[in-house]
C-alpha cells in the first residue's frame, strides 16, 4: 500500500474514539479492482469495547442500528457481540469521505487469544491472509506469528506430498472457511483463488520464514519455479505429522485429544507435555480437519446470528443480498 492510500485510511482513525490496532483488507484495496462501490474492511483492537461504543455513540450514532441505540446501546451492543457472536461488531456501510466502509471492534484481549489459540478462529483466520496494518500498538503483528506458523503446518497436513506455493497459499487460505455457512451460498466460489492470485507476493512474503525453517527442518524441499511459483515437495512421514500438530493451537489439539487419545512425553529441558496419539499423517489431517470445520461453522453461524441482531434487518438484508450477487455471478 503507497503512502497516501495509506495516510488517507489513516485519516478515518480520527473520527472515531482511540484504537490499539487497526487493519485493513478486502478487495477493494487491490490494484486490480475498479469497483468504487467495495467496501474497505477495518479491524479495530480496543482495550474495552463497551467504554469504546459508548463514546462512538456520541461521535457516530448514525453507524449503529437505531434500535439498538434506543433499547440499550453500548452496553447491549457488547452484549450481543460477546455472548451471541464471537465477539466482535461489526458496523457494514459506513459512508466516509466517498467511500463505503465496514468496521469490526474487538478487545484486544479476545482478539490475542484467537490469534494464539483458534479459540473462535474467525479473527485468526483474517490475519492468516494479507493485511494492512495501520496502526499496532500491542505488537499484534509478532503475536501474529504463532498463528502464520499454525496455519501453514495444517495446511501441509492436509496438502499431498508434492504441490506448488499456490496450493499451499490456497490451502492456507482456505482454512478459516471449511465449515463456513456463508460458503453455501453467499460467497464466490473463487473467492479463495482470487485471494492467492490477487495477492500472491504478499502471501509469499508473509509465510517466507515459516517456509525456509520448514525447509532448514527438511520437512519441505523446493525445487525450480515457474513464475517464480515453486514446486514443493514435503516429508509424509509420521515423525513430521506429529511436529505439525504440536504447532497447532492448544484449543485444537485439545480437541484431537479428545477425538485421538493423549499421551505424556518429556521433553528436552525436562517438561512433562501432552501430546496427541497419532496412528496415520491421515488420521490426524482427517482429525483436525474435523475440528476445524466444526469450529469455523459455529462461529460463522454465532456471528451471523449477532450482525443480523445488531446491524439491523435492512443493512444485514443488503449485505447478504451483496454477498449473494457476488456468489451468483461465480457460478454463471
Not at 495501520?134 to 497436513?157: G, H, P
Not at 463456513?180 to 490477487?198: S, Y
Amino acid at each position: 500500500m503507497d503512502d497516501e492510500k495509506k495516510a488517507h485510511l489513516l485519516s478515518f482513525l480520527k473520527v472515531i474514539p482511540p484504537v490499539d490496532f487497526c487493519c485493513v483488507y478486502g478487495s477493494a484495496l487491490h490494484s486490480t479492482n475498479h469497483d468504487k462501490s467495495t467496501m474497505v474492511d477495518f479491524i479495530l483492537g480496543v482495550s474495552d469495547p463497551l467504554q469504546w461504543h459508548s463514546e462512538n455513540l456520541k461521535m457516530n450514532a448514525e453507524h449503529y442500528a437505531s434500535w439498538m441505540v434506543f433499547l440499550g446501546g453500548a452496553k447491549l451492543i457488547t452484549e450481543v457481540a460477546d455472548d451471541i457472536g464471537v465477539g466482535v461488531h461489526f458496523n457494514p456501510f459506513v459512508t466516509w469521505k466517498n467511500k463505503m466502509l465496514k468496521y469490526g471492534v474487538v478487545r484486544m484481549h479476545d482478539l490475542v487469544q484467537d490469534i494464539l489459540n483458534w479459540e473462535r478462529f474467525y479473527l485468526s483466520g483474517r490475519l492468516q491472509k494479507p493485511v494492512n496494518m495501520l496502526m499496532d500498538n500491542l505488537d499484534i503483528e509478532n503475536v501474529n506469528s504463532v498463528n502464520l506458523r499454525a496455519a501453514v503446518s495444517a495446511a501441509l497436513l492436509l496438502l499431498p506430498p508434492k504441490f506448488t506455493e499456490e496450493d499451499l497459499y490456497a490451502k492456507i487460505c482456505s482454512l478459516s472457511y471449511m465449515g463456513d455457512l456463508r460458503m453455501l451460498f453467499a460467497e464466490d466460489r473463487n473467492k479463495v483463488k482470487k485471494i492467492v492470485q490477487g495477492q500472491f507476493d504478499l502471501f509469499q512474503s508473509m509465510y517466507k520464514p515459516f517456509l525456509e525453517e520448514y525447509e532448514g527442518k527438511g520437512f519441505l524441499r523446493f525445487s525450480s519455479s515457474e513464475n517464480h511459483h515453486a514446486h514443493i515437495s514435503q516429508d509424509c512421514g509420521l515423525t513430521v505429522a506429529r511436529s505439525h500438530v504440536s504447532s497447532l493451537p492448544p484449543t485444537i489439539r485439545s480437541q484431537m485429544w479428545i477425538k485421538l487419545g493423549k499421551k505424556k512425553v518429556i521433553s528436552e529441558y525436562g517438561q512433562v507435555l501432552h501430546e496427541v496419539v497419532i496412528g496415520s499423517r491421515e488420521e490426524a489431517a482427517k482429525c483436525m480437519q474435523k475440528v476445524l470445520r466444526r469450529t469455523v461453522m459455529v462461529s460463522s453461524a454465532r456471528q451471523a446470528l449477532s450482525g443480523l441482531l445488531t446491524v439491523g434487518g435492512i443493512k444485514a438484508a443488503r449485505y447478504v443480498t451483496n454477498k449473494m450477487e457476488k456468489a451468483w455471478r461465480s457460478w454463471t
